[in-house]
């Protein structure tokens, strides 16, 4: 069975940074790709990132270009998120989800297994 669990959350400063880490069990990484989303109060889940199956292409969105990079180790089945330089805006849970295609997509509908979620709160 697919499981995936985010953890690394928590609450930082603005201008100060976290890693997050999506470990996974239950599946051959090599074939699926990952992504990392996040859902703000009252707002849609947003496609931040994703990283194709063996972790040659990643892809953004353009409000985290720059500040958040997303990783993968397969040989410990876990992908990574780490972001810099984080702003209040960013505040949210964020996901990791797993598509059952190497392809990177950061489309919400594209991905079928998802963690339950990590807070990030980012205040002064």
């Known amino acids: 069975q697919l499981q995936l669990v985010e953890s690394g959350g928590g609450l930082v400063q603005p201008g100060g940074s976290l890693r997050l880490s999506c470990a996974a069990s239950?599946?051959?990484?090599?074939?699926?790709?990952i992504g990392w989303f996040r859902q703000a109060p009252g707002k849609e889940r947003e496609g931040l990132s994703c990283i194709s199956g063996r972790g040659v292409s990643t892809d953004y969105v353009d409000s985290v270009k720059g500040r958040f990079t997303i990783s993968r180790d397969n040989a410990k089945n876990t992908v990574y998120l780490q972001m810099n330089s984080l702003k209040p805006e960013d505040t949210a849970v964020y996901y990791c989800?797993?598509?059952?295609?190497?392809?990177?997509?950061?489309?919400?509908?594209?991905?079928?297994?998802w963690g339950q979620g990590t807070q990030v709160t980012v205040s002064s």
């Open positions: 989800a797993a598509r059952s295609n190497y392809l990177c997509s950061r489309t919400v509908a594209f991905y079928d297994s």
């Open positions: 239950g599946f051959t990484s090599d074939y699926y790709a």
